[in-house]
């Protein structure tokens, strides 16, 4: 473990201990997170004594599934989930992945995050799949995009309405209600509206609601969150770097060494 990751592992048990964090993201959707990339996240999340959250590409994202169980997770996050049938997939696949022993121990989350999706969570709601997921996470940015809105427009009434609702259906199904999205200070005047809300996230960082809401110190604690995400992408920039310049030695002799007779043989030097 490098130095930079030494003090990755340092913030995380400060937003753990002062800041009500329970989880770390990682992407293999939108992010493109890469599997030594979760690897090396995984080590750091562990010594920090907090759980790993994967947010895989698709309902149906089997190679995910099995690289999220190879690393070990706690939590698997699917996108986009718009209609039953997609639930249904997500479901069947999770299920073709995970032992059931193993599906035990782990939380199954889909993303509501288009104006399609909300408008399908009641029959999602009453379709068998349903209960064999733990809860929904309402993402705001994209929710804005389906409707023609702007990432500026996260906090607005539509989007609080649309929240409050799914806010209500969570809470009578007894699921668990996680909003992300544009989350930072602003938004959490907007957590404080709704009737139920079980956790919130950064890009990076999931917060247990129910106490990070009561901390005085919670914009503080999303401003430290922004933070590990700066050193994680650092951190990343820098592993990758590496590999490069591993080679870069090389490639340079190579190139003085055999340029002009590669292409005086006819070959190809792009």
Same mark, same amino acid.
């Given at each position: 473990?490098?130095?930079?990751?030494?003090?990755?592992?340092?913030?995380?048990?400060?937003?753990?201990? $002062?800041?009500?964090?329970?989880?770390?993201?990682?992407?293999?959707?939108?992010?493109?997170?890469?599997?030594?990339?979760?690897?090396?996240?995984?080590?750091?999340?562990?010594?920090?004594?907090?759980?790993?959250?994967?947010?895989?590409?698709?309902?149906? @994202?089997?190679?995910?599934?099995?690289? @999220? +169980?190879?690393?070990?997770?706690?939590?698997?996050? @699917?996108?986009?989930?718009?209609?039953?049938?997609?639930?249904?997939?997500?479901?069947?696949?999770?299920?073709?992945?995970?032992?059931?022993?193993? +599906?035990?121990?782990?939380?199954?989350?889909?993303?509501?995050?288009?104006?399609?999706?909300?408008? $399908?969570?009641?029959?999602?709601?009453?379709?068998?799949?349903?209960?064999?997921?733990?809860?929904?996470?309402?993402?705001?940015?994209?929710?804005?995009?389906?409707?023609?809105?702007? +990432?500026?427009?996260?906090?607005?009434?539509?989007?609080?309405?649309?929240?409050?609702?799914?806010?209500?259906?969570?809470?009578?199904?007894?699921?668990?209600?996680?909003? &992300?999205?544009?989350?930072?200070?602003?938004?959490?005047?907007?957590?404080?509206?709704?009737?139920?809300?079980?956790?919130?996230?950064?890009?990076?960082?999931?917060?247990?609601?129910?106490?990070?809401?009561?901390?005085?110190?919670?914009?503080?604690?999303?401003?430290?969150?922004?933070?590990?995400?700066?050193?994680?992408?650092?951190?990343?920039?820098?592993?990758?770097?590496?590999?490069?310049?591993?080679?870069?030695? +090389?490639?340079?002799?190579?190139?003085?060494?055999?340029?002009?007779?590669?292409?005086?043989?006819? &070959?190809?030097?792009?």
């Amino acid at each position: 473990m490098n130095t930079l990751e030494k003090k990755m592992v340092n913030t995380l048990i400060d937003l753990r201990e $002062n800041h009500d964090v329970v989880s770390v993201k990682a992407e293999f959707e939108a992010e493109g997170t890469r599997l030594e990339e979760a690897l090396r996240l995984k080590e750091v999340v562990t010594k920090a004594n907090l759980d790993l959250t994967i947010k895989i590409g698709g309902c149906e @994202a089997i190679k995910d599934m099995y690289d @999220a +169980r190879t690393i070990g997770v706690s939590a698997i996050v @699917a996108p986009m989930i718009e209609t039953p049938y997609a639930l249904k997939k997500y479901v069947q696949a999770a299920k073709f992945v995970f032992p059931d022993e193993e +599906r035990q121990d782990l939380k199954f989350l889909v993303n509501i995050e288009t104006i399609t999706g909300f408008a $399908n969570i009641n029959e999602m709601m009453t379709s068998e799949p349903f209960s064999e997921i733990n809860g929904i996470v309402l993402g705001r940015v994209d929710m804005t995009g389906s409707m023609g809105l702007t +990432r500026e427009d996260i906090n607005c009434d539509k989007i609080l309405e649309i929240a409050k609702s799914l806010s209500a259906k969570m809470q009578s199904s007894n699921k668990d209600m996680v909003i &992300g999205g544009g989350v930072s200070a602003h938004s959490l005047p907007f957590f404080k509206q709704l009737p139920y809300l079980s956790r919130f996230e950064t890009r990076k960082i999931i917060f247990d609601a129910q106490k990070a809401l009561k901390n005085p110190d919670a914009g503080n604690g999303i401003l430290k969150a922004v933070g590990f995400e700066l050193m994680w992408l650092r951190n990343k920039r820098e592993f990758y770097g590496m590999i490069y310049k591993e080679d870069e030695a +090389r490639l340079q002799m190579l190139e003085a060494r055999y340029k002009k007779l590669i292409e005086e043989a006819g &070959g190809v030097y792009a």
